[in-house]
């Protein structure tokens, strides 16, 4: 595609949006206004279903498919960044020469800091999607910090100790099926109770954020930290025989 032609279709794209965004932003009521009618509506809706928190009722149950764009938007963007990333790997692995990763030096408190926060860590990132329909928190925020509990074990200097806890092959199986749940239950939203169905999606997203997130820090980290040694120069003198 030709540079004006990318900025042509750009520049479309960009209109488009412009006049959708200020059509909406006219459209609002005034600030510090009494009137919100969509609040108003959701808040009354997260109540008559059951949902304590009328947060998570809009995401999870008001606006399912709308968190759903979001989740495949998320799956999308790992699934390419392992992908490119293996792809750079593997040239490396051609190019010649043997791979190992660099060693760790971290100082002891940090090391201890980060076997003692480990655990505590994974328990809260399990609680804050666990209740994540009952009190501020939810799938995205636990997903986040679980994702990203286990790579302290990076920050303590372990990475043999981290690519044993987060197999990379699991975690890419479990994102597929947590994101294929996600889309189940939202598909058959209309026979299921809210008070069921809200506490679902919600662990859903949150494993399938969790996932995303390893595999997303694992492929980077694994670039990051691989060293390779360059292949030994082989010259005249190596080829000659000796007696």
Not at 30 to 58: C, E, K, M, W
Not at 110 to 115: E, P
Not at 169 to 179: G, I, K
């Amino acid at each position: 595609m030709k540079a004006r032609t990318r900025v042509a279709l750009f520049a479309s794209g960009a209109a488009g949006t412009a006049a959708l965004f200020t059509a909406g932003t006219l459209g609002l009521p005034a600030f510090g206004g009494a009137l919100h009618p969509y609040a108003d509506r959701a808040v009354r809706h997260a109540v008559a279903q059951g949902t304590p928190n009328a947060v998570a009722s809009v995401t999870f149950d008001q606006r399912a498919f709308d968190t759903l764009g979001e989740e495949i938007i998320l799956l999308s963007a790992a699934i390419a960044a392992v992908v490119l990333l293996r792809a750079v790997r593997s040239e490396e692995e051609d190019a010649g020469g043997s791979h190992r990763h660099g060693p760790a030096d971290v100082p002891d408190a940090l090391r201890i800091i980060g076997y003692l926060l480990l655990p505590v860590t994974l328990t809260a990132g399990v609680y804050i999607v666990a209740h994540g329909h009952q009190s501020p928190g939810g799938g995205f925020q636990g997903g986040v910090v679980l994702g990203t509990a286990i790579h302290l074990l990076y920050l303590a200097g372990d990475y043999p100790a981290l690519q044993r806890l987060r197999p990379i092959p699991l975690f890419e199986t479990a994102e597929a099926v947590a994101a294929a749940v996600f889309v189940a239950i939202v598909l058959a939203a209309g026979a299921w109770a809210a008070t069921g169905r809200v506490p679902a999606l919600n662990g859903a997203v949150g494993a399938e954020v969790g996932c995303a997130l390893v595999l997303l820090l694992g492929r980077f980290f694994d670039q990051a930290l691989l060293v390779r040694d360059p292949a030994p120069e082989t010259g005249p003198a190596d080829s000659r025989e000796r007696p």
